[in-house]
C-alpha cells in the first residue's frame, strides 16, 4: 500500500484538490476513530465445508489463543478492542452448558491483552438443536437456550458493551415438515420470555438469513421479520445485518437507510458473498461503500456522540485462507469503504438530485464512492496513530505467524 512519503504527500494533495481540504480531513479523522469488533470464532480450529477438512495453519486451540490472535491484530490496526464471542464456544466446558465463571474469566485476561468483550452471541446450532431452538416443539430444548439467552444477556451487561446478537438456525426443509405459523408464535413467546428477564440497558439485535440450514423456511428470514419481532418487543431491540444473508441484487444500502429513518438501533456483520453465504474477507467494492454512505449521513458511525453509533463486528470464517491476514484485509477493505463515504460531496450532490439531474448526481456521487484512491487517506490516519503504514505487510514481516506455527504445533 505504502509507496512513498512522495505517493503519500501527492495522494492527499490531490483528493484535496478533487474534494477538498476540509473533506479529506474529515475522512482521515473518520478512519482514525473507526472501530470494529473481531468475531472469536474465525480464530478457531473450524474448517470443513467447502474444503473437506483442511484448516489454515496454526488455528487458536483455545480462548487464550483466541484473544492473542486479536490482540495483535489490534496491535497491527488499532480498530479493534472489542472480540464478538460465542456462548457455547468461549464461555462453555462442555459447548453444552454455559458458564459464567468462564465469562468472567475470559473477561479478565482479555483486559489483560488490553481487549475488551463485545458482541454475546447464543450459540443455538450446536449439539441438541437439530429441531429448532427458540421454535423447537420441545419445551425442554426451548427452556435450555432461553435460559443460555438469559445469561448471555447477563454477561453482555456485567461483562461487555450491553449487547446481545441472536441468530436462530430455526426452519424446515420441506413443505408440511413444520406449522409456519405455529412455530414464527412459538418463537415469538420465547423471545418475549427472555425479553422480559433481561436488563434493559442491554440492546438486543436480531439476524436474519434468507435460508440455511432451512432451505424451504427459515424463522426469520429477512429484515422485515426481525424489525417486526424488535418494534413488538422494545425500542431496546433491533436488527443485525449480514452482508451474506440477502438474494443476490438486494439492495442493502436501503435497508439501512430505512432503518436509520424509523430509529431502529442496528448493527452489522461485515463480511463478502459470492454464492451463498460464503463468510468470505471484506472486499472494499462498492456495495460497501454506499452502505458506509448511509451510514455516515445517517450519523450512526464514528460519531462524536458516541451513544448514537450502532455496532460493528466481521463475521467472516474461510477454511482456505490465513485467518489473521483475513481478518486484517477485512479492517483495511472498511476503513477505504468508510474513507470514500466520508468524501462524497452531498452539498453539490443534492443540487444536482433537486435539479432531477440523474446522470450528473450519479457520476458526482462515484468520483467518490468508486472512483478516488483514498488509500493516502488511510495511511495517512494509521501514521497519525503511529500504526503501520500497512498492516497485512506488517504482519506478514512480524514473524508472528511462523511463531504461533512453531506454538501450537499438535
Given amino acids: 500500500m505504502f509507496k512513498s512519503e512522495k505517493w503519500l504527500n501527492n495522494g492527499i494533495e490531490m483528493l484535496s484538490e478533487e474534494f477538498g481540504e476540509e473533506k479529506v480531513k474529515k475522512a482521515i479523522s473518520a478512519v482514525e476513530k473507526f472501530e470494529v469488533e473481531i468475531p472469536s470464532w474465525a480464530l478457531g480450529k473450524f474448517g470443513g465445508g467447502r474444503f473437506a477438512g483442511y484448516i489454515p495453519p496454526a488455528p487458536a486451540r483455545n480462548i487464550e489463543e483466541k484473544l492473542d490472535d486479536i490482540s495483535f491484530i ?58 429448532g431452538s427458540f421454535s423447537s416443539i420441545e419445551e425442554k430444548t426451548r427452556k435450555r437456550y432461553i435460559e443460555q439467552t438469559i445469561l448471555g444477556g447477563k454477561i453482555a451487561e456485567e461483562l461487555g458493551n450491553k449487547l446481545l446478537t441472536l441468530w436462530f438456525p430455526d426452519g424446515s426443509l420441506y413443505p408440511g415438515q413444520i406449522e409456519l405459523k405455529d412455530t414464527y408464535e412459538i418463537l415469538k413467546n420465547s423471545l418475549k420470555e427472555c425479553y422480559e428477564k433481561i436488563s434493559k440497558q442491554v440492546k438486543i439485535l436480531i439476524e436474519y438469513k434468507l435460508f440455511e440450514p432451512g432451505t424451504y423456511s427459515t424463522i426469520i428470514p429477512d429484515w422485515a421479520t426481525a424489525f417486526i419481532l424488535g418494534r413488538n418487543l422494545g425500542e431496546n431491540v433491533g436488527v443485525l445485518i449480514d452482508l451474506g444473508h440477502h438474494p443476490h441484487g438486494t439492495n442493502v444500502e436501503q435497508i439501512v437507510a430505512k432503518l436509520i429513518s424509523e430509529k431502529v438501533p442496528f448493527g452489522f456483520h461485515f463480511n463478502t458473498r459470492y454464492s451463498a453465504d460464503d463468510d468470505h474477507s471484506v472486499e472494499p467494492n462498492p456495495e460497501i461503500a454506499r452502505i458506509f454512505y448511509e451510514l455516515v449521513k445517517g450519523e450512526v458511525i464514528v460519531n462524536p456522540e458516541t451513544s448514537k453509533n450502532y455496532w460493528y463486528m466481521l463475521d467472516q470464517c474461510s477454511s482456505r485462507e490465513n485467518r489473521i491476514q483475513s481478518l486484517i484485509h477485512s479492517v483495511d477493505s472498511l476503513q477505504i469503504s468508510l474513507a470514500k463515504a466520508v468524501l462524497v460531496d452531498r452539498e453539490n450532490l443534492k443540487k444536482y438530485q433537486d435539479e432531477d439531474e440523474i446522470i450528473l448526481a450519479n457520476r458526482l456521487f462515484n468520483d467518490a464512492i468508486i472512483n478516488a484512491d483514498v488509500r493516502p487517506i488511510v495511511a495517512k490516519a494509521r501514521l497519525n496513530k503511529n500504526l503501520p503504514v500497512d498492516p497485512i505487510r506488517a504482519y506478514t514481516e512480524s514473524g508472528y505467524q511462523e511463531k504461533i506455527e512453531k506454538e501450537r504445533r499438535e
Fill in 74 to 131: 489490534h496491535k497491527l490496526t488499532g480498530a479493534t478492542p472489542r472480540v464478538a464471542t460465542h456462548i457455547l464456544w468461549d464461555f462453555s466446558k462442555d459447548e453444552y452448558e454455559p458458564n459464567f465463571e468462564i465469562a468472567k474469566y475470559v473477561s479478565k485476561i482479555a483486559k489483560e491483552k488490553g481487549l475488551l468483550l463485545g458482541a454475546v452471541n447464543p450459540t443455538y446450532f450446536l449439539k441438541g438443536s437439530h429441531r
